[in-house]
């Protein structure tokens, strides 16, 4: 508003912090929404790759090792061991959880082959836009008459 529509309505004028500005434009950048949507595309994918590992994956390893749960696989360092991991952790035991972070290993390497494909997926659409980009149009029809315009006219001067 202009300063005569402030004093008639009475309005104070109030000026917006530079630092808000600023922090306006950043969170309005492309970069920064498309960094939120892949923090939201990634915890979606993670508990995809979670369910995968836990109910896909272990249940067959189990089976492999002799019907032991994988996921409860695990080693008392000191301490009383009880049936479960989560048992034995509650009793006051110290325990290596090796079945968990095998799990994590196993997460990680899947994710990692995902991201893996995605990115060379990725690059190879952008080089394939690259190349369509590089191809120049042809000429417009005003482009080729003006060009022959040009060449007749160096003709002429030789």
Known sequence: ?????????????VK?????????AF??????????????????????????VED??????????GGMDFSNLFVVISGERKATLAAT??????????????????????????VFWMVKVLSKLQASKAVQDAKAPPPTPTEALLAEIRDELRARKV
């Open 56 to 65: 896909l994956f272990n249940p067959i390893l189990g089976l492999l090792m």
């Open 1 to 13: 508003m202009s300063d005569l529509a402030n004093k008639i309505t009475g309005q104070i004028p």
């Open 89 to 114: 952790r509650d009793g006051g035991a110290a325990v290596l959880a090796v079945g968990k972070f095998l799990n994590a290993i196993i997460k990680f390497v899947i994710v990692g082959f995902a």
């Open 16 to 24: 917006e912090p530079q630092w808000l500005k600023e922090f306006k």
């Open 27 to 52: 969170i309005m950048r492309g970069n920064v929404i498309d960094l939120a949507v892949g923090v939201v595309i990634g915890a979606a994918f993670t508990a995809i790759v979670t369910s995968m």
